[in-house]
């Protein structure tokens, strides 16, 4: 009620403005085209006439985000953040939640500076808020679009209710280098899935209006091309071409953005020698003239200031302009822009409008999200204690958890477990640590309240008798454990080893030039599985890691990522057949890191590799083949492909292709199969992928069913940036593969005429 009067009062204000305008001397000029004035009462309305009350100091705080001191996501620090959001220097704080906590900032900005314009809060909500989800890696292994979105409208639910509009979520950075840490909080290295889980997550935190206090705004990053970071070593330089940059890196951006992303965030790396920050031809041309970008675009954190580091501004004034010519918006932290624009306006270096346009975008959404009526309209201290970690949240974490998890080996059918009692080993780092089970980014989740693989499996198999040694840790050379570890181990019908990376192993800053197990993991398990019981791996990670090692020495492997709150209920789950797994992988794990990059759908070359010719494209020392490849899981169930049928062996570039394929459940057991559909297009104008995902159909099978999957094919989905740069379909002969994975080899051929 109070912002509201706040509201009509600057109403007033402006309104009197104008009205005086209309009697004002002949001097001042009425504006040119009155329909150019936004309708009465419209968002555009009311953001002008808050605009005209504004100095330009204002204008410019609306433009600076600053963390607050109750979480810390990056170095520096700003203390004096209080002072400034009094001084009406501020337009939005990140890194605070929780009811109590942000309603007394927002009191400062609503009651204590001189227009009340109220702040907007943001925060790091990756994978869940309190709750925590699977590490977004994992989880667009489920291939599951409907429950990402749900995953995300969850996590929206439970920031909004601790006070958050805003969330710097999804990042949509397609990667291709298991180094490079940072691949866990995204959907992997392919274009086509990443652009679909892109819309479903800015779908699922954003529902269909910001003014709805239990959505939050999202933030597409990191734009743009970020995963391509070379050497995979994070903020590392990236170059490309500008085909690749838009037929790989982009669409998923572009998806977002047409799913209506009310924010971008620029990517900390150059992209081909302009940083991305000041980058006026990802901002200006692409984000906004091409794609029609509405929203506000905030710089990654100091991002500005670190144009200095990159070389291209020999100062802050220069870094400052740059950026806000580009198309930056808002400064994440770096109180550079409410240090320098300033004397840049003043100096006519920077126009008065530029600070205009950015000052409107923000302010538009401060109007969408219900702000200005109520500035504690997502501030409810009942929500707060009513809608965090419910029992329907916590058993969507653990169904959406055990769906993520890809079974990527499981001889003599070692899993599921009998559920007859048994003795079991579990060993490992990983068996009873709960703050990793949520992975890096992990928000307000409460490490201490994630359930273990031991609490799971003591939980759930209340027949068997489960020992639990440690034996090793994650990422030392101790091998003392190994004795009592392996006592248990021997004295046990199977062996269950909880392995992986710790949670700080992955994500931002943590990039690894070797993605084997860390520490003494490897060399543990070797001998674990010489004492010849059945050995199940269960793996904790965030990214793809070199198993060519592990491979030998485990019966079965769970790749389980990081399932978060729920973990150990999901992983048991999985583990006991409670659930039948049905994850595919959504981003290559390479036979070792030499082999990096190394995806499904890298181009064929001049000389292929053939096993009979010297002179083609190889490695002395390694197969050119993944050890696991994109789109690769297995279930319990087993299930036969036939051959895909085309409705028609030519078509044009109007008609629809009908792919038809059969699948068999020739297993005893019900389970779900991701069917995939592949397209190679075998000559273009340009050289073309060997391989690229162009549908997929997520299809319960029962025991012995077999299933008739059709999917449906136009130019449109042919489509490419070709040696003119025009994004078009080219006639000519492509081949079709259909199965369940991307080294399907079932396939048929037709021609685009
Ligand atoms: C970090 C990350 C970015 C995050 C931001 C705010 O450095 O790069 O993903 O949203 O700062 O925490």
Known sequence: MFSRLIFLSVLCLFSEATSSLAQAPKKVMAPKSVSKLPAKGSVDFKVDSVLKLMTLEEKIGQLNLLTSDLDQTGASMRPQYKEDILKGKVGAIFNAYGVEYVRKLQKMAVEETRLKIPLIFGYDVIHGHRTIFPSPLGESCSWDLEAMETSARIAALEASSMGLDWTFAPMVDIARDPRWGRVMEGAGEDTYLGSLIAKARVKGFQGSSLSDPTRVMACAKHYAAYGAAQAGRDYSTVDMSDRTLRDVYLPPFKAAADA????????????????????????????????????????????????????IAADSVEAVKKSILAGSDMDMQASMYMQRLPGLVKSGAVPVSVIDESVRRVLR????????????????????????????????????????????????????????????????????????????????????????????????????????????????????????????????????????????????????????????????????????????????????????????????????????????????????????????????????????PIYYNMKNTGRPYDANNKYTSKYLDVRNDPLFAFGYGLSYSTFLYSSPKLSAKSIGMKDTLNVTVNVKNTSTRHGEEIVQLYVQDMAGSVTRPINELKGFQKVMINSGETKTVVFKLTSNDLRFHNQDMNFVAEKGLFTVRVGGSSDATQSDEFELR
């Open 260 to 311: 209506g992303s009310a924010t971008f965030m620029t990517s900390f790396n150059e992209l081909n020698g302009i940083p991305a920050t000041a980058n006026k031809y990802l901002m200006d041309q692409i984000l906004r003239k091409e794609w029609g970008f509405k929203g506000f675009v905030v710089t990654d954190y100091t991002a500005i200031w670190e144009l200095l580091f990159h070389g």
């Open 365 to 596: 959404k401060k109007f969408e999200l219900g702000l200005f009526a109520n500035p504690f309209i997502r501030m409810d201290a009942e929500r707060e204690k009513k809608n965090v970690y419910t029992s329907a949240h916590l058993n969507m974490a653990r169904q959406i958890a055990a769906k993520s998890m890809v079974l990527l080996k499981n001889d003599h059918n070692t899993l599921p477990l009998k559920l007859t009692a048994q003795k079991i080993a579990l060993v490992g780092p990983l068996a009873d640590a709960a703050r990793d089970m949520m992975g890096s980014w992990s928000a307000a989740g409460e490490g201490e309240k994630n359930a273990t693989l031991l609490t799971g499996l003591k939980g759930s198999l209340t027949s068997s008798q489960v020992e639990y040694k440690k034996g090793c840790e994650i990422n030392d050379t101790v091998r003392a454990g190994f004795a009592e570890a392996l006592k248990a181990c021997a004295n046990s019908d199977i062996v269950i080893c909880a392995m992986g990376e710790g949670a700080w192993q992955s994500g931002e800053a943590a990039s690894r030039s070797d993605i084997k197990l860390p520490g003494v993991q490897e060399e543990f398990l070797a001998e674990v599985k010489k004492l010849g019981k059945p050995v199940v791996l269960v793996l904790f990670n965030g990214r793809p890691l070199d198993l060519t090692n592990v491979l030998p020495n485990a019966d079965a492997i769970l790749e389980a990522w990081y399932p978060g709150t729920m973990a150990g209920w999901a992983v048991t789950d999985v583990l006991a057949g409670v659930v039948n797994p049905s994850a595919k992988l959504t981003m290559t794990f390479p036979r070792n890191v030499g082999q990096v």
